[in-house]
């Protein structure tokens, strides 16, 4: 199956601080990847759609200047958190688009903002 | 806004019992994932289906899309413990390959 990877699984950093997630595809190239957050015990919630060479698309009442995505090859998106605040801590999860709009999921990466 | 609600919300069962989790939209989808996800991971995909009427099995799964593509059904039989999980459907619309993701079911199986 379509493996797709997340760096890092963790993060800890002072609030002020911008964090960047990394997502790869690593066996297929992924002209569509997309970010989510989770909040404990609830399901995902999109944030965002990346396009390889184009500008990501923000879902309603996500800010996409705090929220900053870029996709520059076709194995690998990039979500910063920018100014990193409390209220930011969550489980950030990546996902790449393949056949059928079947997607397959990153790991994971939980940021925690002191 | 496309909805899909699940249900039930949480259930707890025994090893060995069988169970079934409905996944339920008044919106049509192209396709239907169904995945499963650990504490502290990313959902992992266990099927897509994409013909009305398409009926997959995975060992002792069984996914079931409705002939409408409008609602999807997991049943599983002689469940384990290592079903434990959280159970979420997506649909896809064919629109930006945008997945609508269900509000979940919780799954523990205790021995």
């Known amino acids: ?114 | 806004t496309q909805l899909l609600e699940q249900s039930p919300q949480f259930l707890s069962i025994q090893e060995g019992e069988n169970l079934t989790v409905y996944c339920n939209s008044s919106s049509v989808f192209s396709s239907l994932q169904w995945y499963r996800q650990e504490p502290g991971e990313g959902p992992v995909l266990l099927v897509t289906v994409v013909t009305g009427g398409e009926v997959k099995k995975l060992k002792r799964l069984t996914f079931q899309f409705g002939d409408a593509r409008k609602d999807s059904s997991l049943h599983i039989t002689a469940a384990q413990t290592g079903d434990t999980g959280l159970y979420l459907c997506a649909g896809a619309t064919g629109t930006a390959s945008k997945l609508t993701f269900g509000t979940g079911t919780r799954l523990q199986v205790t021995l």
């Open chain 1, 1 to 114: 199956g379509a493996v797709v990877s997340q760096h890092p699984s963790r993060v800890i950093c002072k609030s002020g601080t911008s964090v960047k997630i990394e997502c790869r595809s690593l066996d297929f190239q992924a002209t569509t990847m997309f970010w989510y957050r989770q909040f404990p015990k609830q399901s995902l919630m999109l944030m965002a759609t990346s396009n390889e060479g184009s500008k990501a698309t923000y879902e309603q009442g996500v800010e996409k200047d705090k929220f900053l995505i870029n996709h520059a090859s076709l194995t690998l998106s990039t979500l910063t958190v920018t100014s990193a605040h409390p209220e930011d801590s969550s489980f950030y999860i990546c996902s790449a688009s393949g056949k059928w709009d079947t997607q397959y999921f990153g790991p994971g990466t939980r940021l925690t903002v002191l």
